[in-house]
C-alpha cells in the first residue's frame, strides 16, 4: 500500500491537525490519545528537503550550496528560515536582507565597504 505524507494542516481552515490515532499494521494494535508531532514531523515539505540535504552532506553548507545548485547566500538563507521554522532561532528575520546584500557584493553591484556598511546595519537593527 501506498504511504502517503501526513497531513499538517486542515484543507478546511489551514489550522493545524492533531494526531489522535497510532495503529501497528503487524499487530493491530491501535493507540488512541492525543499526540503532538515532533517539529521535524511539522516542517513544509520544502524545508524538510532541505533537512535531508543539510544531514546528508553532513552540516556543510557549501556542500550544499554545490549539491543544490544554488548560491552560497541562497543556501544560508534557507539555513536560517529552517532554524526559525524549528524554533531554534529567535529575533527579526533580517537574513533575506542579508542575502540579498551578498548576493550583490558576488554579483559585483555593490563595494565591499557597501556590502559591510549595509551587513553592520542589519546587524545593529537586529539587536
Not at 25 to 43: D, K, M
Not at 69 to 95: H, I, K, M, Q
Amino acid at each position: 500500500m501506498t504511504r502517503l505524507p501526513m497531513p499538517t494542516a486542515c484543507p478546511v481552515t489551514g489550522e493545524s491537525l492533531t494526531v489522535t490515532r497510532l495503529e501497528c499494521e503487524a499487530s493491530g494494535v491501535a493507540i488512541e490519545g492525543r499526540f503532538t508531532p515532533n517539529e521535524f514531523a511539522l516542517l513544509p515539505e520544502e524545508q524538510l528537503e532541505f533537512l535531508r540535504i543539510f544531514v546528508k552532506v553532513r552540516g556543510n553548507l557549501k556542500e550544499a550550496e554545490r549539491v543544490l545548485g544554488l548560491s552560497y547566500p541562497t543556501v544560508r538563507l534557507r539555513f536560517d528560515n529552517l532554524l526559525r521554522a524549528l524554533g531554534y532561532e529567535a529575533g527579526p528575520d533580517t537574513g533575506e536582507e542579508r542575502a540579498n546584500v551578498l548576493e550583490q557584493l558576488e554579483k559585483g553591484a555593490i563595494s565591499a565597504e557597501e556590502a559591510t556598511r549595509q551587513l553592520q546595519a542589519l546587524k545593529r537593527r537586529a539587536g
